[in-house]
């Protein structure tokens, strides 16, 4: 196993070439070892490599020398050991010379073996660590053996008819039983899985003082025990080195796990509208929730409207009270002078219901900027058109007779229908009550013009920028739909201005409302794209309110209340034809 965090890496049983890797990779307290009992205190693994290994965990199972059997075995020799196969050779190997039956060149160094070589004394001798478990393990099946026999042969000696026929696995169930003493004076037990109890010795290969050697640290009998004040780390740190797979991840990030290494994990970061659900799993946030800064929670998304105190409110509230004003001024004077020649012969009854749209087209202002909600929006309904009905309906009707008059003159000497005051009052109040009428029709289809919030309109890629945009539900072609009675009216009224463009030039009246309507024409042609445009765009710009407030600029500078007010301060030339 090899895991790794901050150069801190872990291997099991090393090899000489694997710490020469290391060590031409990385060099020494790069890599911290862990080795099984193949390695154990063994010099073998770290010899020539001392300052690769140093720091390395070894385990070895926890064993007592057995003095009977060193007394046995230095006194084995080539006459008494004749049984074991393998003796001679061991013979050789461990006095470092060859026997008689061997054709010995001459020069090449190798010495015969006499026959007088003791085990102990003419070589290093050290006893087997297994010495134990190989005698325990022979009494064990001697236990079993004998219980068996106890069991299927009781009371006879030797082998009976019951035991000829026996396999391993009835054996096996008798070893699983057996439970002694061991040679060392621990109790030899197998638990259901046929397992003995572990019982080992921890050792660190340690370099104090240019002195190599493997202290013992700890110990497992049942449980671990470690001696952390002994363990050593390289360098003679006693600090514990960091030892994981993965960096734990920040946060918003979860854990894509590395397949087959249920320990080691990628770090993925939850981006765009998703939150840290647990360890393993991003989630989206609900529709009115963004993700807060560390993607580990969603919370609620800004909500956003227009507010007074933006100057992109103060100037048209500060252009529609001036033409308030000025409305007021013209009706105060008209009032004055109610019975003047002048101001009947600009015809007072239509100029009082143009006079009247105007006014609700500057009011509408107010509608627009104020924060939505039942009320406002039903206003909104009933205003947002009408202002500009009546306004048009008049000019039209006006236009109409104007037209008419000249027309009829160029035929005859009589004067035309529906010419005087009270009939021109009925075709514009007949126009007007089209545009009631479908705002009626508007409200029978949708009783319940309701404020929402949109959060789809100002859902930015980034989720920081996101806005809820509190706003009557209108949508842009009921809007326009409601405002095509008024473009309607407006055409009309263009081509009769066109008609009486020709009219004689004492008529102080024709030619400046023609040009108000040439004017508005432009105007409108240019709101539709704009606003079309505007509204369906992902390249918006963003007026900045302190530091949530956010409205889209563009959408609403081409809209129908701001162009409302610049239109009307154009058709205020309409006044021109009164002294």
Known sequence: MLASQKGIDFVVTPHERLLQAAKNASGPGHFIWIGSDSW??????????EEMGEGAITILPKRQSIKGFDRYFISRTLDNNRRNIWFAEFWEDNFQCKLSRHALKKGSGIKKCTNHERIGKDSNYEQEGKVQFVIDAVYAVAHALHNM?????????????????INGSMLLRYIRKVNFTGIAGNPVVFNVNGDAP???????YQIRNHTKEYKIVGHWTDQLHLNVKNIRWPGGSREVP???CSQPCRPGERKKSVKGMPCCWHCERCDGYQYLADTHTCKMCRFDLRPNENHTACQPIPIIKLEWSSPWAVIPVFIAILGIS????????????????????????LSYVLLTGIFLC????????STPDVGVCSLRRIFLGLGMSISYAAMLTKTNRIYRIFEQGNKSVSAPRFISPASQLVITFSLIGVQLLGVCIWF????????????EDQRTANPDLARGVLKCDISDLSLICQLGYSMLLMVTCTVYAIKTRGVPETFNEAKPIGFTMYTTCIIW???????FGTSQSAEKLFIIQGDVEIYPVGKWAASDDFLCVIYLLLKFDEFSPFP
């Open 40 to 49: 154990g205190s063994k010099i073998a693994p770290v010899l020539h490599q």
């Open 149 to 165: 026999h106890k069991e299927l042969c009781p009371g006879r000696v030797g082998l009976c008819p019951a035991m000829d026929s």
């Open 198 to 204: 572990g019982r080992y010795e921890i050792f660190q």
């Open 242 to 244: 960091t030892s994981i």
């Open 326 to 349: 000025a409305t007021f001024f013209v009706v105060i004077t008209f009032m004055r002078y109610n019975d003047t020649p002048i101001v009947k012969a600009s015809g007072r009854e």
């Open 362 to 369: 500057y009011a509408t202002t107010f509608l627009m900027i």
């Open 444 to 455: 029978g289809m949708d009783p319940s013009p309701l404020a929402i919030i949109d959060y």
């Open 525 to 531: 042609l240019a709101f539709i794209p704009i606003f």
